[in-house]
Nanobody, 119 residues
Framework: QVQLAESGGGLVQAGGSLRLSCAGS????????MGWFRQAPGKEREFVAF????????YYADSVKGRFTISRDNAKNTVYLQMNSLRPEDSAIYYC????????????WGQGTQVTVSS
């Protein structure tokens, strides 16, 4: 199993941008499709974005489509989430995980990174 560590969160005003990173350990990182997920207080964890092993295929939750961009650099074992035009409803803890479509593969989650968007 790949170990994952998220970073890049913070406090930003509505309309602002953040770039999240997910660093993976292990030589098999590039063998996995990857996803970003988020969990707001009192809510279930939800799918945000998917990127295929090669980085060619991406798709998004409707709520972030057109604002967020997922990408990966397999040479650096890293997946990114560029978040633009942030809204208060984007506030959550963001996690990465290996992905099977819109579902996470690994049962274990990292600590995530907190994103807070002020209005």
């Amino acid at each position: 199993q790949v170990q994952l560590a998220e970073s890049g969160g913070g406090l930003v005003q509505a309309g602002g941008s953040l770039r999240l990173s997910c660093a993976g350990s292990g030589r098999t990182f590039s063998n996995y499709n990857m996803g970003w997920f988020r969990q707001a207080p009192g809510k279930e964890r939800e799918f945000v974005a998917f990127v295929s092993e090669s980085g060619v295929v991406t798709y998004y939750a409707d709520s972030v489509k057109g604002r967020f961009t997922i990408s990966r650099d397999n040479a650096k074992n890293t997946v990114y989430l560029q978040m633009n035009s942030l809204r208060p409803e984007d506030s959550a803890i963001y996690y990465c995980n290996a992905a099977d479509g819109r579902a996470a593969i690994f049962d274990a989650w990292g600590q995530g990174t907190q994103v807070t968007v002020s209005s």
